[in-house]
């Protein structure tokens, strides 16, 4: 059974910083690029990163790119996204994927992600 876990978000005033982590279990997690998503109140999710499965090739959305870094550590099982210089238009849900295969070849295309975690809020106030 695959589990995808996040943790990490919480409350920071705008400008500061957070680091999101991710474990996935009941898979080969070197097999599988992972992806970020986030959902505001009202809003769409929307896709914030992607790493290959290797963590050579990282992509980011453009709201987040330069502020936001994603990586992995495979022998952890675990994918990270530090947020820096946060916004309060970055307010949301923050959701981990894992891809079907081990390139970000969809990006953001949710249908390209199997698994899901449950979500952890990150809350930025002005």
């Known amino acids: 059974q695959v589990q995808v876990a996040e943790s990490g978000g919480g409350l920071v005033q705008a400008g500061g910083s957070l680091t999101l982590s991710c474990t996935a279990s009941?898979?080969?997690?070197?097999?599988?690029?992972m992806g970020w998503f986030r959902q505001a109140p009202g809003k769409e999710r929307e896709g914030v990163s992607c790493?290959?499965?290797?963590?050579?090739?990282?992509y980011y959305g453009g709201s987040v790119k330069g502020r936001f870094t994603i990586s992995r550590d495979n022998a952890k099982n675990t994918v990270y996204l530090r947020m820096n210089s946060l916004k309060p238009e970055d307010t949301a849900m923050y959701y981990c994927a894992a891809g079907g295969g081990p390139t970000c070849s969809g990006a953001f295309a949710e249908y390209e992600y199997n698994y899901w975690g449950q979500g952890t809020q990150v809350t930025v106030s002005s």
């Open positions: 790493i290959t499965w290797s963590g050579w090739g990282t």
């Open positions: 009941g898979l080969t997690f070197d097999g599988h690029a």
